[in-house]
């Protein structure tokens, strides 16, 4: 009974300390030094929420860029809160036949050799199966596409590859990671082009 009292009121101030005080303070200053990535990145669009930057969108008409693939896709839309990888490993049939399947679809649907080269992402769901990014290489091999369903003329096909050229993000502080296209921004550009 001596140690009880003692570890209740340990609880008690843990609990408060890491269970309230903690997470309301970083909060606090998470809301005061990065106000639009601790809202969630939202994206508006004529006053309306379309999205998030942070998260992939799936998108399969031909008038539009395409993410890359999700692992938690439901099928209507890439799914949240299953959001991880397949994890089925290099010998998964599965794996093999999913890929496949893939690349002939996106080779297909991009008028592309078939044995013409396909940016990995493309093919592959994420680790997340949420990644909102593809490489400048997968959004050019889509311009042909995107150009052909809108019935675009070969000066607003231009405007659609300086396009795609100005939504290349360079790498995060110069060095890490790759450059990289953010699909749902670039759609809303493209919605924008005239």
């Known amino acids: 009974m001596k140690t009880f009292f003692p570890a209740v009121r340990l609880f008690i101030a843990l609990t408060v ?8 303070l970083v909060t606090g200053i998470a809301k005061a030094v990065f106000p639009k990535q601790s809202g969630g990145s939202l994206v508006t669009a004529n ?4 999205g998030s930057a942070l998260l992939a969108q799936r998108l399969t008409a031909d008038n539009y860029f395409w993410s890359r693939p999700s692992a938690g ?22 794996l093999v036949a999913t890929v496949r399947a893939r690349l002939a679809s ?3 649907a991009n008028g592309l050799a078939t044995n013409a ?4 992402e493309m093919v592959f769901a994420s680790g997340s199966g949420l990644d909102p990014d593809i490489s400048p290489e997968a ?22 590859a300086a396009l795609v050229q100005q939504s290349i993000e360079p790498p995060q502080l110069g060095f890490l ?7 749902l921004k670039l759609n809303l550009a493209l919605d924008s082009l005239r």
């Open 17 to 24: 300390l890491t269970g309230m005080i903690y997470p309301l």
């Open 47 to 50: 006053g309306q929420i379309v």
């Open 73 to 94: 896709d439901d099928g209507t839309n890439y799914a949240t809160v299953p959001s991880s990888a397949s994890n089925l490993g290099p010998t998964s049939s599965n």
């Open 106 to 108: 996106f080779r297909l």
């Open 117 to 120: 080269p396909v940016p990995a």
């Open 139 to 160: 959004a050019r091999l889509q311009i042909d596409r995107v150009a052909k369903a809108r019935k675009f003329s070969p000066e607003q096909k231009q405007k659609l």
């Open 177 to 183: 990671g790759e450059p990289r296209v953010n699909v």
